[in-house]
């Protein structure tokens, strides 16, 4: 199993960034996946996550109505929006994968390497 993200950098406050997260050794319909984020000194936590149905959404009530979770399922590849970016966004991203869907960390089994995302203000 293998999970590559991509697309973090450097954004203006107010700005957009889309990460991708393309995932191999499991299918994006029959696992439950989310995005984490952990910034310097904080503990990781959740952004967004998706059952593998994709009837169940889940947002942190920072990120609402900014960021979107989406999936391709035929590229097997997952993405998250992030417009309006604020400089409390700052973080190492993370893209996750797990056969049950919940929004703890520990409930997923499979990680990214982090992508860094970094927004000035």
């Known amino acids: 199993v293998q999970l590559q993200a991509s697309g973090g950098g450097l954004a203006q406050a107010g700005g957009s960034l889309r990460l991708s997260c393309v995932v191999s050794?499991?299918?994006?319909?029959?696992?439950?996946i989310g995005w984490f984020r952990q910034a310097p000194g904080k503990e990781r936590g959740a952004v967004s996550c998706?059952?593998?149905?994709?009837?169940?959404?889940y947002y942190t009530d920072s990120v609402k109505g900014r960021f979107t979770i989406s999936r391709d399922i035929a590229k097997n590849t997952m993405y998250l929006q992030m417009n309006s970016l604020k400089a409390e966004d700052t973080a190492v991203y993370f893209c996750?994968?797990?056969?049950?869907?919940?929004?703890?960390?520990?409930?997923?089994?499979?990680w990214g390497q982090g992508t860094q995302v970094t927004v000035s203000s």
């Open positions: 050794g499991f299918t994006l319909d029959r696992y439950a």
């Open positions: 996750a994968g797990g056969s049950h869907y919940d929004t703890v960390p520990s409930a997923y089994r499979y």
């Open positions: 998706i059952t593998g149905s994709g009837a169940s959404t």
